[in-house]
């Protein structure tokens, strides 16, 4: 979903999954779809797992030709699993995250005020407490927050229909009388999606951070001596990199022993 632009979340995400898929105990491979510019999306018969990125641009529908397949696309996984056993499980990024919201009309989608964009806190919620892939992640925990777009007002009985849950939200802003957005939700027991960036390394957000553009956001916002202590914690292991070891792992390997189970179970 990064139309093309360098993107330091597919290098991670990619290293995620090379790294699940390298343990001994695993057998499979990945493939890339590039959804926005080759107009690419997998057949969903083809795979048991997706990971749908996060890009640039709007997340509003404004026509191009991969929206529909895209969407297509999301439906098709949808539908799968309420008529089928053996489940197909999907992990949705931020754009990705979005672009599900509006298309299954789950939430408002809309743009926000200002940039949000750094390492921020992201406050479970009474189900996220009891999520199990934040078991392993203190309250608050820390990720990469980078969006102009925002989900808010949730419409818990459209998620109740699919069995999902709201786990966390951003950060208060008590100097803002603004509704504070949903940062992840559980759709289903096999689809999962993130607003913030669950896959960022200390690496590529360094690199990402010293861009000069990403650089003058963050010194606007929160002035330099937060920007320097921004890129002093990135490699701290309480905050992005124990988010970046715990979530999409979690989720793989979940996804691998439910797999599996079904497997055993049609036997």
Known sequence: MNAGHPNEGMRCITMLVAEFLGQEEIKGVYDVFDVRVKNEVPNVNDYDIF??????????????????AYFGFLDAVLLHNLSKHNKKHMFLICHSFQMACLHWDLAKVTKRRSTSFGVLPMHKTKSGEHEVLFQNLDE??????????????PKEWKLDS????????????????????????????????????????????????????????????????????????????????????????????????AIEQTKVQTE
């Open 140 to 153: 608050p925990f820390y990720a990469v927050d980078s969006r102009d777009y925002q989900v808010i007002g």
């Open 51 to 68: 990971i749908s990125s996060g890009g640039p641009g709007t997340p509003l529908v404004v026509g191009e030709p991969w929206e529909s």
């Open 162 to 257: 699919l069995d999902g849950k709201v786990l966390c939200i951003e950060k208060d802003r008590p100097n803002a009388a603004l509704e504070r957005a949903v940062m992840a939700i559980r759709f289903s027991n096999e689809i999962f999606g993130t607003q913030f960036h669950p896959e960022a390394d200390a690496e590529g957000m360094t690199r990402y951070f010293e861009r000069e553009d990403k650089k003058a956001i963050v010194i606007k916002k929160y002035g330099e001596k937060k920007y320097k202590n921004m890129l002093e914690h990135l490699n701290d292991d309480d905050k992005i990199m124990k988010t970046n070891t715990v979530i999409i792992p979690g989720f793989l390997k979940l996804a691998a022993e």
